[in-house]
């Protein structure tokens, strides 16, 4: 299996993870020593058990709470070296709100077949249009 099978695979584990709430499955797919970024907010944690909780919250957070998630690849995956690249596309729907459209791109960085850097890239655009659509919409239907 090449590297962007087995990121295709965790990308569809994800999107059963997401469906299930079984984020065990995910642990395969990651080093112990994994590190998740987001570098238009300054988020890094390091840490398998640290990466899922995070990850974990983010969708709990926002994307369960929305009525509908699209997200559909744009460009890629493709495999440079030791890491593959993905842009992709997402729109959430929510009832009595606009929908929203944002797009980012991911980069996984391998070692022995399992991600040891995980990096969401947003635009400072893109992560002010999800920052005020959240506060506009989705926080306040959580309280």
Same mark, same amino acid.
């Given at each position: 299996? $090449?590297?962007?099978?087995?990121?295709?695979?965790?990308? *569809?584990?994800?999107?059963?993870?997401?469906?299930?709430?079984?984020?065990?499955?995910? /642990?395969?797919?990651?080093? /112990?020593?994994?590190?998740? =970024?987001?570098?238009? $907010?300054?988020?890094?944690?390091?840490?398998?058990?640290? +990466?899922?909780?995070?990850?974990?919250?983010? +969708? =709990?957070?926002?994307? @369960?709470?929305?009525? *509908?998630?699209?997200? #559909?690849?744009?460009?890629?995956?493709?495999?440079?070296? $030791?890491?593959?690249?993905? /842009?992709?596309?997402?729109?959430?729907?929510?009832?009595?709100?606009?929908?929203?459209?944002?797009?980012?791109?991911? @980069?996984?960085?391998?070692?022995?077949?399992?991600?040891?850097?995980? /990096?969401?890239?947003?635009?400072?655009?893109?992560?002010?249009?999800?920052?005020?659509?959240?506060?506009?919409?989705? #926080?306040?239907?959580? =309280?």
């Amino acid at each position: 299996m $090449n590297l962007v099978e087995r990121y295709q695979a965790y990308a *569809s584990d994800f999107e059963r993870t997401f469906a299930d709430d079984d984020w065990f499955r995910l /642990e395969q797919y990651f080093t /112990e020593d994994v590190t998740y =970024s987001t570098p238009a $907010n300054g988020l890094r944690v390091s840490g398998r058990e640290a +990466v899922l909780a995070v990850l974990r919250a983010a +969708v =709990s957070g926002f994307d @369960r709470r929305c009525d *509908s998630r699209t997200l #559909l690849t744009t460009a890629g995956p493709s495999e440079q070296g $030791n890491q593959v690249l993905r /842009e992709w596309a997402a729109t959430f729907a929510l009832e009595g709100a606009p929908d929203l459209q944002i797009g980012g791109s991911e @980069r996984a960085v391998f070692r022995d077949n399992r991600i040891e850097l995980l /990096e969401v890239r947003l635009t400072p655009e893109m992560l002010s249009r999800l920052m005020k659509y959240a506060e506009t919409y989705v #926080l306040p239907r959580a =309280s």
